[in-house]
């Protein structure tokens, strides 16, 4: 793998945080990709790398934490292969109605995910302040609305949309759960249940069988959920951030 390859510069978020990222393209490391990626950071003046490592091998992760990069997040992917005989993703159980978005909604949601994503490696990162990580959350849900999601649902009590989950076709037998977040005051109500179970409607009505979505290893409330509705354990990976200006780097 040549230097170009082995990171890529992210604009977007660069352009969010107001910081220069990148990403390390690989999930293993060693000494050699080690030094092209130390000389690539520098030569883009690179203030964050994000690199996404699996765990199962001694020598990245001796690599990463010599060199500096901390650990953020443990990402835990799980997958349902279950198939559902739904056709219809609006749902009525109790009070919760399960229906699409509409635009009326996205203020509200911004809303919901300011507050419903605490458990993130951003979060977690004491780099990025809590204001631009609650920012970051209410524009990804306003744009999964816009068009960033193949479909948003919304969970509604009493006339107020207090939930949502977004939906998107990866290809065309693989579909991605996205951000999942509920009203804090709305919690405990079956409302995050009666999401997942609509997004995996929304699949089977389009014919997408296999369903992933990716959480948190510190969010346990999360991953019991997504079991309790037939999501089994399907990898686990390590997030780390490297912030540069650091002193000490050790490729060897």
């Given at each position: 793998?040549?230097?170009?390859?082995?990171?890529?510069?992210?604009?977007?978020?660069?352009?969010?945080?107001?910081?220069?990222?990148?990403?390390?393209?690989?999930?293993?490391?060693?000494?050699?990709?080690?030094?092209?990626?130390?000389?690539?950071?520098?030569?883009?003046?690179?203030?964050?790398?994000?690199?996404?490592?699996?765990?199962?091998?001694?020598?990245?992760?001796?690599?990463?934490?010599?060199?500096?990069?901390?650990?953020?997040?443990?990402?835990?992917?799980?997958?349902?292969?279950?198939?559902?005989?739904?056709?219809?993703?609006?749902?009525?159980?109790?009070?919760?109605?399960?229906?699409?978005?509409?635009?009326?909604?996205?203020?509200?949601?911004?809303?919901?995910?300011?507050?419903?994503?605490k458990d993130t490696r951003f979060y977690f990162d004491r780099n990025?302040?809590?204001?631009?990580?609650?920012?970051?959350?209410?524009?990804?849900?306003?744009?999964?609305?816009?068009?960033?999601?193949?479909?948003?649902?919304?969970?509604?009590?009493?006339?107020?949309?207090?939930?949502?989950?977004?939906?998107?076709?990866?290809?065309?037998?693989?579909?991605?759960?996205?951000?999942?977040?509920?009203?804090?005051?709305?919690?405990?109500?079956?409302?995050?249940?009666?999401?997942?179970?609509?997004?995996?409607?929304?699949?089977?009505?389009?014919?997408?069988?296999?369903?992933?979505?990716?959480?948190?290893?510190?969010?346990?409330?999360?991953?019991?959920?997504?079991?309790?509705?037939?999501?089994?354990?399907?990898?686990?990976?390590?997030?780390?951030?490297?912030?540069?200006?650091?002193?000490?780097?050790?490729?060897?």
């Open positions: 793998m040549t230097t170009s390859t082995l990171c890529i510069f992210l604009p977007w978020d660069t352009h969010f945080f107001g910081v220069r990222i990148g990403r390390v393209n690989p999930h293993y490391l060693t000494k050699t990709s080690m030094r092209d990626i130390l000389k690539w950071e520098k030569s883009n003046s690179i203030d964050c790398l994000y690199f996404l490592a699996e765990f199962d091998d001694p020598e990245t992760i001796r690599l990463a934490e010599a060199n500096h990069f901390q650990l953020e997040d443990i990402r835990i992917t799980l997958e349902s292969n279950r198939s559902r005989n739904e056709k219809n993703i609006y749902r009525v159980v109790g009070n919760i109605i399960t229906r699409t978005v509409q635009p009326a909604d996205i203020s509200t949601l911004e809303d919901i995910a300011r507050k419903s994503h990025f302040s809590k204001e631009k990580c609650d920012s970051l959350y209410a524009t990804w849900i306003r744009r999964s609305c816009e068009g960033w999601a193949d479909q948003v649902l919304v969970a509604e009590m009493n006339g107020r949309a207090v939930g949502y989950i977004t939906c998107k076709a990866l290809d065309e037998s693989v579909g991605q759960i996205g951000l999942v977040g509920v009203d804090e005051q709305a919690r405990g109500q079956g409302i995050g249940k009666s999401l997942i179970l609509a997004a995996l409607d929304w699949f089977s009505i389009h014919n997408i069988h296999s369903a992933q979505v990716v959480t948190q290893g510190r969010n346990i409330s999360a991953q019991r959920l997504y079991q309790k509705c037939g999501f089994t354990i399907h990898s686990l990976q390590l997030w780390y951030h490297r912030w540069t200006n650091r002193p000490g780097d050790q490729v060897g």
